[in-house]
Structures are given as structure tokens and as C-alpha cells.
């Protein structure tokens, strides 16, 4: 970087350092574009470091936690290695976080942000961890920190236990069994790669926390649920009955034809294949006698029984902070059973719970249309296990969003809750796949996140590597939604939501 340059980049600093509280923020966005580019260093990236890194000492309490946050994003720019030269000229004023880390009174938005840059260097661990221990950190916060530091043990990877923290998670004896199972069944390059997909999210955690902590203030994190004992996981025994009472509107995957209710399975009048049943669920996957594999292990991992009441309890709960930039609690679950039982408003036919999940929000529909009506969808068995055993008069269809085992204009309502990004290829499908079932008049009614309007907070969203997102975490603009419900032949009737969330109900044009 030349003379001007450098100076250009000192100004844009020193002009975020003095500026005033409203031009704050559009004086950082143009230092953070000036210097990283969504997770990737610009030319003006190192020679910045030792400007920034000054700047962190002698700015307000005010700045400082913005300037930590980016050296922090500039030392993982080079992510996977730590020893990349920006890395490296990031990590030579680790004297310098140390310092402020361990100074009086900083404020919770500091600490975090001073974590978050801290997380990126593993050689410093012992270091980083003696520093911190007399901070009396929440369990959550030091055990990311603690696994950010970590690096891969082939002999005891640990992984996928780091969300939304380390700490979280007790396992019994199964959910060991079945850890050891899978991680001795992973190549190399498959555990390199576990590893990292673990760690960015870690990282993509720590870092959505800390930088809506330095925006807004301090986090107002509800304490997590404990995780009920996994006996109620078991679906309840159920008849045929349960499921047949919605046979009008249910279709055979394969050709399309009228299921016929039998022992223990549902018929094809079409095709004739057979469909196994039993607690109250109907398995539309795959005929009897054939066998759907499951070739990504995180997608195993999801399936282990008491996955389904984990992610009620604790999962949930952290991923609307993370996408929907709920740190403050903005959104709280009373809210969100308002909105269903306000827009929820069926019309004649059976009632669809889209990608219902663990059945929480399952129940608030039943309540507000009957269980009678309703029909629970998800394509998790574990999922559906704890639903059915929550709500024993609700029966439940395992099947795919985008090919949806119902006749045309068959409901009354679909209702899709925080569950849309689950299958964001699939997304413009499945809201097609709403259109064709329901009746004139009824509602489409669903809960998704956009992708953040900053471009940081923006990264940390997409850094979060889950089962279905392996890539990073991938959100909605609002554009593309109006856009798919329109050709879904769906007239939006409400759209609303704060933070990241959007909140929408859409109507089936008659």
C-alpha cells in the first residue's frame, strides 16, 4: 500500500474514532469496506492492522468494541490457517486485547467483542484462557472461546457438539454410541472438514453476539431450557384411524392417486405401493421395502432421538438471536403464538403444519383451528417422534416441502414457522407446492429471517454451518419471497417483523 493510500485508510479511521453518535455507523461501514470485502481482506487490509490496532487503544469505550470486532474479522479473513500475514499482523498485538481485556469496568459489549478477536489465535491458547479465568464469563461464552482455541485432536474430534455453545451439551450413553459411530466412519479430509465447519460456527456465533452487543448494548439472553428426559420422545401408539380422517386430501407421492387406509400401511389406488404407518405417522418417503440412506453424517446427527426435544429446549431458541438478530429478545415466543392464532384463518380442509419440527408451534395451531384439523409434515422421523408424543390427537405425514403429498386444493391453510431457510433451495418450490394444495381463501402463514441489511452482521449469519447448511447459513431477501408467493398465486396480506425476522401471511387467490 503507497503513502496516500495508507493515509487514506488512517483518515477513514480516525474519522470513525471522532465522529458523532448518528454518523457513527456510516462512518465504520465505510472503514469496514475500505478494509475487508464479506470475509475476504482488501490490498489496504495489512498495512491497516498496526493503525487499527492503535486506534483500539486510545478510542472511547464507545468505538472500541467496533474496531475489535474487525481486527477480529481481518484475523479470520485467512481462516482456515492462523498463520496467513494478516492473521499474523492481527496477532502481534495480542499485549494489546490482553490489556484492555483485563481493564475495570470495560462493559459487557467490550469483553465480547475482545473475545471474538481473541478466538482467532489457537497458538496463544494457554495464554488466552489464564487471562480470561478470573472474568467470571457466562459458561456459554467460555466455552466457545475454548473450542475456537481448540485444534483437532484425529484420536478425540469432538464434533458436532458446538452449537449454540459447547457447554449446552450433556450426552447419555446412546448419543455417545452414536457419535463414536459416525466420527470412526469419517475420512480425514472429512474430519478436517467437520472441524472447520464446527469452528465457523463457533466463530460465526461469537462474532453475531459481540457485534450486536457493540450496536446495541448488552444481550438479554433468556436462560436455556434443560432438555427433557428422552423417554417422552416416543411417538404414542395410534390407529389408522388418526391419519385416515385426512385420506381425502392426502396423494400418493409417486403417481398421484388416492391413498387407501389398511393395517399398518396406506395403499396407492394407483400405482399400488405401500406406505408404512404406525404411532400416528405416515411414512410417505419411500414405498415399503425400500430403503432411504443418509449420506451426510451432520444430517445423521440430527437424526438422534432426543435431537427433536434438544432443539426445542435450547437450539431454537439461540438460532432466533443468530438469525433473526434477536440478542435484545425484540421477538419473544408469546409474540409469535400471537401471530398464529391472529392470521392463522382457515378455510374448509385440513390444516398443513409445514416442516412442523418438534411440534412447539404445532400446538399453538392446534388450539387455534383444532387437532382435529390439523396434519403435521416434517421430513425429520425424530422430529415428528416428539411431536406425536406431544400432541397424541395430531397425526403426522413424513414427506419432503417441495413435493407435497396433497391433492390440489385440497387445505384450508398451510402454515410454514421458522422453517423455510431449513430448505433454502427448495424454498421458491415449496411455497408453489402451498399455492396448489390450498383452497381459494386460505392462508399461507410462515416465520423466516432475511439476510441482515450489514454487511457484518450479514457474515457472522452465514458463517453458521448446520445440517442443512454446510455451505453457511443462507437467508432470504423479502424481494424473492413477495416474488415466489406471486407465482405461488398467493396476494400478501401482512408482512412484518423486527430485527432480521420476517413475518408474513398470504392469501390463495380465489
Keep these: 500500500?503507497?503513502?496516500?493510500?495508507?493515509?487514506?485508510?488512517?483518515?477513514?479511521?480516525?474519522?470513525?474514532?471522532?465522529?458523532?453518535?448518528?454518523?457513527?455507523?456510516?462512518?465504520?461501514?465505510?472503514?469496514?469496506?475500505?478494509?475487508?470485502?464479506?470475509?475476504?481482506?482488501?490490498?489496504?487490509?495489512?498495512?491497516?492492522?498496526?493503525?487499527?490496532?492503535?486506534?483500539?487503544?486510545?478510542?472511547?469505550?464507545?468505538?472500541?468494541?467496533?474496531?475489535?470486532?474487525?481486527?477480529?474479522?481481518?484475523?479470520?479473513?485467512?481462516?482456515?490457517?492462523?498463520?496467513?500475514?494478516?492473521?499474523?499482523?492481527?496477532?502481534?498485538?495480542?499485549?494489546?486485547?490482553?490489556?484492555?481485556?483485563?481493564?475495570?469496568?470495560?462493559?459487557?459489549?467490550?469483553?465480547?467483542?475482545?473475545?471474538?478477536?481473541?478466538?482467532?489465535?489457537?497458538?496463544?491458547?494457554?495464554?488466552?484462557?489464564?487471562?480470561?479465568?478470573?472474568?467470571?464469563?457466562?459458561?456459554?461464552?467460555?466455552?466457545?472461546?475454548?473450542?475456537?482455541?481448540?485444534?483437532?485432536?484425529?484420536?478425540?474430534?469432538?464434533?458436532?457438539?458446538?452449537?449454540?455453545?459447547?457447554?449446552?451439551?450433556?450426552?447419555?450413553?446412546?448419543?455417545?454410541?452414536?457419535?463414536?459411530?459416525?466420527?470412526?466412519?469419517?475420512?480425514?479430509?472429512?474430519?478436517?472438514?467437520?472441524?472447520?465447519?464446527?469452528?465457523?460456527?463457533?466463530?460465526?456465533?461469537?462474532?453475531?453476539?459481540?457485534?450486536?452487543a457493540v450496536c446495541h448494548g448488552d444481550p438479554a439472553d433468556a436462560p436455556a431450557a434443560a432438555v427433557p428426559d428422552r423417554a417422552r420422545a416416543t411417538a404414542p401408539a395410534a390407529g389408522p384411524e388418526l391419519i385416515a380422517a385426512h385420506t381425502a386430501a392426502l396423494r400418493c407421492p409417486a403417481c398421484h392417486k388416492e391413498l387407501e387406509p389398511g393395517d399398518g400401511r396406506f395403499t396407492c389406488t394407483g400405482c399400488a405401493a405401500d406406505y408404512p404407518a404406525a404411532g400416528g405417522i405416515l411414512d410417505l418417503t419411500a414405498p415399503v421395502g425400500e430403503e432411504a440412506g443418509v449420506d451426510d453424517f451432520l444430517e445423521k446427527l440430527s437424526q438422534v432421538p432426543s435431537m427433536g426435544l434438544f432443539y426445542e429446549a435450547v437450539a431454537r431458541p439461540s438460532f432466533l438471536r443468530v438469525a433473526g438478530s434477536n440478542w435484545g429478545g425484540d421477538v419473544t415466543p408469546d409474540d409469535e403464538d400471537r401471530y398464529i392464532a391472529e392470521h392463522v384463518?382457515?378455510?374448509?380442509?385440513?390444516?398443513?403444519?409445514?416442516?412442523?419440527?418438534?411440534?412447539?408451534?404445532?400446538?399453538?395451531?392446534?388450539?387455534?383451528?383444532?387437532?382435529?384439523?390439523?396434519?403435521?409434515?416434517?421430513?425429520?422421523?425424530?422430529?415428528?417422534?416428539?411431536?406425536?408424543?406431544?400432541?397424541?390427537?395430531?397425526?403426522?405425514?413424513?414427506?419432503?416441502?417441495?413435493?407435497?403429498p396433497f391433492a390440489d386444493a385440497s387445505v384450508g391453510a398451510v402454515v410454514c414457522w421458522n422453517a423455510l431457510q431449513a430448505f433454502y433451495d427448495e424454498a421458491p418450490a415449496a411455497i408453489a407446492e402451498a399455492g396448489r394444495i390450498l383452497r381459494p381463501g386460505g392462508t399461507f402463514t410462515a416465520m423466516t429471517f432475511r439476510r441482515s441489511e450489514d454487511p457484518v452482521y450479514r457474515y457472522f449469519q452465514s458463517a453458521h454451518r448446520f445440517p442443512q447448511h454446510e455451505g453457511g447459513l443462507r437467508l432470504f431477501e423479502p424481494e424473492d419471497l413477495r416474488r415466489w408467493l406471486t407465482e405461488a398465486g398467493l396476494t400478501v396480506r401482512e408482512e412484518s417483523g423486527p430485527g432480521t425476522f420476517v413475518f408474513l401471511t398470504a392469501v390463495k387467490e380465489a
Excluded at 20 to 27: I, L
Design 1 to 212: 500500500m503507497n503513502a496516500a493510500t495508507a493515509h487514506a485508510t488512517d483518515a477513514l479511521i480516525d474519522a470513525f474514532v471522532n465522529a458523532a453518535p448518528e454518523q457513527a455507523e456510516h462512518h465504520y461501514r465505510t472503514l469496514v469496506e475500505a478494509v475487508w470485502d464479506d470475509g475476504e481482506p482488501t490490498a489496504s487490509a495489512l498495512d491497516a492492522v498496526p493503525a487499527l490496532a492503535a486506534a483500539l487503544e486510545r478510542a472511547g469505550d464507545g468505538r472500541r468494541g467496533h474496531l475489535a470486532i474487525l481486527l477480529g474479522l481481518l484475523a479470520e479473513s485467512e481462516h482456515p490457517t492462523a498463520a496467513g500475514p494478516v492473521a499474523r499482523a492481527v496477532r502481534v498485538h495480542l499485549d494489546t486485547y490482553l490489556g484492555l481485556l483485563r481493564t475495570e469496568g470495560i462493559g459487557t459489549p467490550l469483553t465480547l467483542a475482545l473475545l471474538y478477536l481473541l478466538s482467532h489465535f489457537p497458538a496463544d491458547r494457554d495464554r488466552i484462557l489464564a487471562a480470561v479465568s478470573g472474568l467470571e464469563l457466562d459458561p456459554a461464552d467460555l466455552s466457545r472461546l475454548d473450542r475456537a482455541l481448540s485444534e483437532l485432536d484425529p484420536g478425540r474430534p469432538g464434533l458436532g457438539r458446538v452449537w449454540p455453545s459447547p457447554s449446552v451439551w450433556t450426552l447419555n450413553e446412546d448419543e455417545v454410541a452414536f457419535d463414536q459411530s459416525w466420527v470412526k466412519a469419517l475420512s480425514p479430509q472429512q474430519l478436517l472438514a467437520a472441524w472447520d465447519n464446527d469452528t465457523r460456527t463457533v466463530l460465526g456465533c461469537t462474532g453475531a453476539r459481540a457485534y450486536w
Design 345 to 404: 384463518t382457515p378455510v374448509d380442509g385440513p390444516v398443513v403444519d409445514l416442516a412442523a419440527g418438534a411440534g412447539r408451534w404445532t400446538t399453538v395451531i392446534a388450539e387455534a383451528v383444532g387437532a382435529d384439523r390439523l396434519v403435521a409434515v416434517d421430513s425429520s422421523l425424530p422430529m415428528l417422534n416428539v411431536l406425536r408424543g406431544r400432541l397424541p390427537d395430531v397425526p403426522a405425514v413424513l414427506a419432503g416441502a417441495a413435493d407435497l
